[in-house]
């Protein structure tokens, strides 16, 4: 989507980020586990001038600090996280973007890809891995991360609300390894890496939620 979100679970989801973006980033601290493997990551495969997608960016936190000749774009829902990204990183380019619908073709291909700590809301990850592979320049590297609930006993997709409280009717989306490791095949990526790693605390339900994260290699062009 490349404009106004849409009705609906894109648009709750839009009003929710769009609620606490000015306190996300201190108050995400405390709860996330992810940011040090995102950094080491980026640390690796980021190189001088190369274009990097920040997938579902919120405010930027995880790629702001690359270095300034780092092409940086971040997609994201909501208006207001995108806004507190571009002011993080005034050179990079921020744009409003479902990551269930294909990026535009007139934007350039991407060198280096991250999906992690949005994919909560992902309700096709076939198609998802599909579009993110889509916008990748041949050997591209990307490091996604998708909710694993190993505790359900479902295979292939499993939900559960992602919050009673703040967002009704959204739900959090999980998917079985066989599920991620067939999307990642038929999006035509090669995995390098797969680990099961603790993502974030959910207050809510006093739980550590917990992702299939992966790192990916676009060895050719996407057919």
């Avoid at 009705?7 to 601290?29: I, K, N, T």
Wanted: glycine residues 10%; aromatic residues 10%.
């Amino acid at each position: 989507m490349h404009g106004d979100p849409r009705p609906g679970e894109s648009g709750a989801l839009q009003r929710y980020y769009d609620d606490f973006a000015d306190h996300y980033v201190p108050g995400w601290r405390t709860l996330e586990h992810y940011g040090p493997l995102v950094a080491d990551f980026l640390l690796r495969t980021v190189t001088p001038q190369c274009r990097v997608l920040d997938v579902g960016c919120g405010p930027g936190q995880l790629t702001r600090d690359l270095a300034p000749d780092v092409a940086v774009t971040g997609i994201d829902l909501s208006p207001r996280m995108l806004a507190a990204a571009r002011a993080g990183r005034p050179g990079g380019r921020y744009e409003l973007h479902d990551f269930h619908e294909a990026l535009p073709r007139a934007w350039e291909r991407f060198d280096v890809v991250v999906a992690v700590g949005c994919l909560e809301f992902c309700r096709d990850l076939d198609a998802t891995l599909r579009n993110l592979a889509d916008a990748c320049a041949p050997g591209a590297w990307l490091l996604v991360g998708v909710v694993e609930d190993r505790s359900s006993g479902v295979r292939g997709r499993s939900r559960r609300a992602f919050s009673q409280d703040g967002l009704p009717g959204v739900d959090m989306n999980s998917y079985d390894a066989t599920a991620q490791l067939a999307a990642v095949t038929a999006a035509g990526l090669s995995p390098t890496s797969y680990r099961f790693v603790p993502a974030w605390r959910h207050e809510e339900y006093s739980y550590v939620v917990r992702y299939g994260l992966w790192e990916l290699r676009k060895d050719a062009p996407h057919r």
